[in-house]
């Protein structure tokens, strides 16, 4: 049986790039690392702010944090930070792109299966009760009101929110987008698998990523842009005996059963590989390598007796 | 104290993801920024993917417009080495 498995880095023995340094601190439920020039290792603090603020305002495991409070307000408008907003106006587009595969309203399903708590919370104290009767409607998003001149947002009754993987790709996106306003040179930002790049390593024409697979791992290189993975290789958890992970499909309203131990799609910003990747893994290697075709998306399946199917522009480094 | 607002790609061109507060050491020198959250994160015209016109929603941030050129999406090499970085799904 698969065991439980926390979020973050499983893959030991990275390298840093010639010139380079490693900053590594935790934040968004993972661990987040930081490459950056040797020279310019003050900017490890901004970024390490700007993740932490974006983990304050979109968290769902602080009651206070504002996202919490919107969750609680369900089925009235709200006023919310014209930050918040505009994440929630991502996270609809998102779901409208992918019609539904992305859903951040599944927060009741989550909760269902026992994902109720951080996730160190959910390892050292699994729920011992199984939910009875009918999954949570999922959905919820379709019914999501956003008024942009009074950056109102009414929830439907009875649905919640979790931005989950979006906020931390949208954060790893903001991050990277700082460290170019602030001319830093090569960088890379890693926030539990999410990750972009901005430049290059020194002497260098890609960045090399590990990707676990069921008994390892693979080496792919990305030259620029963002690369995500949805997987059930972390964010496993026993829930009265039963092993559960946190891919939800919309379409159940269970964690997903599709026969596949992890995708990754690279794309521009690491918000549309993290939105790609849980979309291409729950419709399948085959539903999904179509799904990413249609969008000029690359990517990668890794099937759980190990073998894999690539999707997209492959090239030789 | 500085304000900076600063852009991010998000699709076509994201921009003002969050503001940012550089600090002043008193030697005149910026150091680490301090992001704030008073700034949001703007939204690019087109697909959230980053195609105009594809899947986009009568509601969608650019929906309607065009003339916006696709986002040259990267590709992935095979292998490369030692590795870098890790992404074992999150």
């Known amino acids: 049986m698969i065991a439980p498995a926390e979020p973050g880095p499983a893959i030991e023995g990275l390298v840093t790039p010639d010139g380079m340094s ?4 935790e934040a968004m439920g993972t661990a987040v690392s930081l490459l950056l020039p040797a020279d310019r290792n003050e900017e490890a603090a901004g970024v390490k702010a700007l993740v932490g603020e974006w983990d304050a305002i979109c968290t769902r495991f602080n009651p206070q944090s504002e996202l ?67 999954p949570p409607s999922t959905g919820g998003w379709r019914r999501l009101e ?49 990750l972009a790049v901005l430049g290059r390593p020194p002497g260098l024409d890609a960045w ?29 958890w ?16 269970l964690s997903s059963t599709v026969s596949l131990w992890s995708v990754s799609v690279a794309a521009a910003t690491c918000a549309q590989a993290e939105v790609a990747a849980k979309a291409a893994f729950l419709l399948g290697p085959e539903a999904g390598s179509r799904f990413l075709a249609g969008h000029g998306l690359t990517g990668l399946f890794l099937l759980p007796d190990g073998s894999e199917q690539r999707a997209g522009r492959w090239l030789e480094s | 104290m500085a304000v900076l607002a600063f852009g991010a790609f998000f699709g076509l061109a994201a921009v003002n993801i969050v503001g940012v507060t550089a600090h002043d050491t008193g030697a005149g020198k910026q150091i680490a920024a301090r992001p704030t959250a008073t700034a949001a994160p703007t939204l690019a015209p087109g697909d959230f993917f980053g195609r105009p016109g594809d899947v986009v929603s009568a509601n969608a941030p650019g929906a309607g417009q065009a003339g916006f050129p696709p986002v040259a999406q990267p590709p992935l090499l095979v292998g490369g080495g030692a590795p870098m970085l890790s992404s074992s799904g999150s």
């Open chain 1, 68 to 134: 919490s409070r919107l969750n609680a307000a369900a089925g009235r408008p709200r006023v919310v930070s014209a930050f918040l907003f505009e994440v929630l106006w991502a996270a609809r587009w998102a779901a409208e792109a992918t019609d539904g595969l992305f859903d951040p309203t599944l927060l009741r399903s989550l909760e269902a299966i026992g994902y109720d708590r951080d996730f160190a919370s959910l390892i050292d104290a699994p729920p011992t009760r199984r939910p009875g009767g009918a």
């Open chain 1, 146 to 194: 956003l008024d942009r001149g009074r950056r109102t947002v009414r929830l439907p009754p009875g649905v919640g929110l979790d931005l989950g993987g979006l906020a931390k790709g949208m954060a790893v996106d903001a991050a990277i987008a700082h460290l170019a306003a602030r001319d830093n040179g090569p960088a890379a930002v890693d926030a539990g698998g999410d």
């Open chain 1, 238 to 253: 026993l829930q009265a005996g039963s092993v559960r992970h946190h891919l939800i499909d919309p379409r159940t309203g």
């Open chain 1, 22 to 25: 490693r900053h590594v601190f």
């Open chain 1, 208 to 236: 090399t990523i590990a990707i676990e697979t069921p008994d390892g791992a693979r080496t792919v290189s990305l030259p620029s842009g963002a690369l995500a993975t949805s997987s059930i290789a972390r964010r496993r």
